[in-house]
Each structure stands twice: as structure tokens, then as C-alpha cells.
């Protein structure tokens, strides 16, 4: 069976250019264009990876993080997360640490722009380690 | 002529103004000194603060030795702001003759006032208010006896008035700063802003024209897959430049400076080294170091520092040609850290040596790169208080450059001269 993406980015050309990307390569893509619609796609397609953009309207990012921290969440709090953002690592971290007292723990942390075959071998490394 | 005695009084006044050092205090010994001269019940020092028209009097010293019940003093002072608004245009000491010494200072102790103003440009500043229990006459003799005091009081209104202009002066120039600083943050925040937000829909094109490319290499001919390939290759510069200048605006942020620490030189430069090692090998180039083993730490970011460094070397292995050799040196001299970065490439022309530090500046002989490199070199060894400098060619055969930074030693907070630490410019003066 393939193995299902989770795209969350509000940027519809984002999504257009990872489906094509990822759909190329025998991937399920499923999208979700903001932060309620992203844990609401999590629940009902139980994904195998997220790539999950920050700032996003109504819940963003950072809520979306934090809600899969809460042991309510405990069922998909395993599946591995890929940050995909235009902000800096550490901006995001000091914004992260300033709203919750943590530190996110993500899989991987990549900035925009990204590249093509690096986010390709990482999803599958990414999956292959917690599949 | 004073008397030989009185001489000596006025030395002894003198000394001991001389020795109490504290405005205040001194103002109260003067007036003691008048009071017990005159031989008077005592002596008050009417001040209008700040010294300008319209100001509120307010009773800045009143002699130790007097024994007055001031219960009139509302309405004594409102007199005196009555009387002396406005004032006189000179910055003399002023004595006058008039013989105000009838007034009544107070109905309940039939004190008699004279009142001796001492006025600074066009203002009055103080009234010294003499008081008696009988009428006062100031005789030419008595005049000339308290002209000590005046100048006493007059040099201490006089270095006031100063005081309060520079203290003017700082604030407006203060205020400025604060101006400018807003103006020159809104610039920046508009300019991140601006560059930041073209990120996005630039790589948004730079994928999709790498998507076309790979599903569509059967069908595009060779022309058109060339076309699409070099505008990925100038997107792709674009977001280069894009980096860069976020980059540089990021170096402007001031909070970067709260982020300082001692940090080791010898480390990060050896971390550098090791990258660049392995670049200058892929393209034929020798790479050696030669850091001082006594090189002291410096007080600084690592993260900047390596990105300067690794700057000038990537920058060392582009212009130097296969063959050629790259070298890293550092070592203490007197109260700073020098770092160069030295090749034997093709050289910079001596001309362009003075420019190549300034933004979007790039030597007619090369075209790669967004032409902030060095430019964000400098910010970054300008945010260390340092210095950087280019010396090309390095022999005869015009080849050869050497870029060398001076990092200073001996400070530990980036904060200790910049920063007012919220303080009034009044304290300022004062410390």
C-alpha cells in the first residue's frame, strides 16, 4: 500500500508543486490548507509523514505542534513531522518557546525555499525509520 | 576698601565654600556668612526654577543661623514672582541701590526684606532676600562688602543656566537619535518585509519549472529544456541575492548583540578550515593554516564569525585558479586579533580595493554572486567593533589578494557604550 503525505500549507502553489512531486514518486497526498483542517485530516487519514507549514490562518502551525503534543493526540503524536517554512529555525523556536515553555521537537526543520530531491529522500527516510 | 580682617573673612568664606563642594549646601553657608556679616535674623534664597519667566519662586536656601517663623510665605513668594518676571538682560551681577528695605516680609514678626535679584540674561533667577528687624540700609560700604557673596552665587546661577543648555541640548539631540533609530527600523522592517515576501512566489516558479522539466524531458527539444534550465539557473540567483539580503538585514538587528559570548577563535577558525579544506581539494587547491597557538579567545558570535570567515575563504577558492593555494592565518598583535585569508589567485584591481566592502559592489572581472558577500563581511566585523581590509595584487605578476579582519580584545558587553541604559540625559551629567 502507499504511503500517505500530509500537506498543510496555505500556499496553494506549495501544494500544487509537493502533490506533483510526491504523486510522482507513488506517494498518497492528502492537503489541508490551514492548522483545524490539518488535525481534522490527521484524525480521518491517520498520515505516515506531515509536512506542516508555520503560518497559516485560522490554527496555525506552532497549535497544530502543540496540539499533537497533548496525550489526547497520543495515537498520531508518532508520526514523524517535516516543518516546511519560510521562518528561521530559531525565530521559530524563541516564538515556539515564548507561547508553550518548549522546544519543538521536530523530524526535520526545512526552510523555503526547498529542494526537490532533498525533500524527497528525506520523506522516505523519515518513513522508512518510523515505519 | 576692605579692611585687612575683612580680607581674611573672605578667604576663610572662600575655603570653606570651597571645601563643602555641594551647591546646597554652599548657597545655605553663604547666606550664613551674610547673615551673620549684616548681622541680620537671617537670610533667604528665592530661586525661579527653571530660571524663566512665569516659573514658580520657591525657597531654594534659607540661612542655618536665622530664626524667622515663615509664615507668610506663599504670599511673599507670589510677590516676588509679581515683581521680578521678566527681569533684567544682563549677566552681571547686579546689586541694587534701591532702598526697598521698608517692605514688610512678614505682618506677624515685623520682619523687614531688602531684596537683592540676581539676574542671568534676560531672566531673573533668585531674589536674596535679606531680613531685619529693623529697616535695612545698604550703604555703599555694605554693598561692597557682600560683592564676594554676589559673585559666589552668580558663578553657581551662571554654571546652572549652563548646565540647563547642555542639558537641553542633549535631550533634543537625544530625541533625534530616538528618530531617527524609528525611521531607520521602519526602513529596515519595510525592506525584510518586502524581500521576504518575494521569496515564496519566486520558488514557487523555480519548482514548478523543475517539475516541467523532469516529466517533460521527452517531449521539450533540446533548445527549450536549455531555455527552462538557465532560468532555473537565474532564479536561482535571485534567491541567492534574496538570502543575502535578508542576511544583511538581519545583521541590523539589534537584539543580535544580546546574543555575544567569549567564544574560542582557534576553534572556529579550525571548524572553517576543514570545510574549506575539502572544497579548495575538489578544484586543485593547496589549503594551508598558520593559526598563532597562543591566540586568545574572543568576545563575539560564533555563528557570524564562521560565516565571515568561511566567507573570505569561499571567496579565496573561487578567484584562486587550479594549482594556486589558499591560506588562513591568525595571531595576536598588541590589543587585537588578526585574521587573514590570503591567495594567489588573480587579484583585485588597486583601484576597486577601497570599494569592494560597499553593497552590490562587484570587480569588472568577475560576475558571480549576488555582490553582498563582502559587504556582509563588513557588517558583521563592524557589529565586533572591528576593522577589515584588502590588500591585492600581492607580487609582481599583479596576483594575489589578502583580506585581513582586526577583531579588538578586552570587552565584554556589546551593550557598555552604545546604550544609555534608559537614563535622563540630567543623569548622565552627572556621573
Sequence with gaps: ?131 | MASPSENQLDLNVMRDLFDCGEREAMKVLILDHITERLNLRGCLLVEFSPPISGSQPVIAAASKTSSIDWDDAPSFLSYLEEKYRGGETSFDIRLPMAREGGEVASRRSRLYAQLLPLTSGRDCQAVLCLLSNTPIDLDVATHESLRLYFSCLNWLYKQDLERLETERRLEKALKEIDLREKERNRWLNFFYMTTHDLKAPISSVYNYLKTVLRKSIDVLDERMSKIIERSLIRLDEVMDMIGSLLELTQLEDPRALEEFNELDLKEVLWGCMEIADSLAKAKGLKASVQVSRSLPGIFGLEKRISQLVMNLLTNAIKYTPRGGRITLKAFRREDEVIVQVEDNGIGINPQSLPRIFDEFYQAESSSEGSGLGLSIARRIVDMHRGRIWAESPLDAQGRGTRVSFALPLGWSSPLDEDYFDGKKPSDILNT
Design chain 1, 1 to 131: 500500500m502507499a504511503h500517505k503525505i500530509l500537506i498543510a500549507d496555505d500556499d496553494p502553489d506549495v501544494v500544487e508543486d509537493l502533490s506533483i512531486l510526491f504523486e510522482d514518486e507513488g506517494y498518497e497526498i492528502v492537503v489541508a490548507s490551514d492548522g483545524a483542517e490539518t488535525l481534522e485530516k490527521i484524525e480521518q487519514e491517520n498520515p505516515d509523514l506531515i509536512i506542516l507549514d508555520l503560518l497559516m490562518p485560522r490554527v496555525d502551525g506552532f497549535a497544530v505542534f502543540n496540539t499533537l503534543k497533548d496525550p489526547k493526540w497520543e495515537r498520531w503524536s508518532g508520526i514523524p513531522v517535516v516543518v516546511l517554512t519560510s521562518v528561521r529555525e530559531e525565530v521559530s523556536q524563541r516564538r515556539y518557546e515564548l507561547e508553550t515553555g518548549m522546544r519543538m521537537d521536530y523530524d526535520a526543520y526545512i526552510e523555503k525555499p526547498y529542494d526537490h530531491e532533498e525533500l524527497l529522500e528525506l520523506a522516505k527516510r523519515l518513513i522508512q525509520e518510523k515505519g
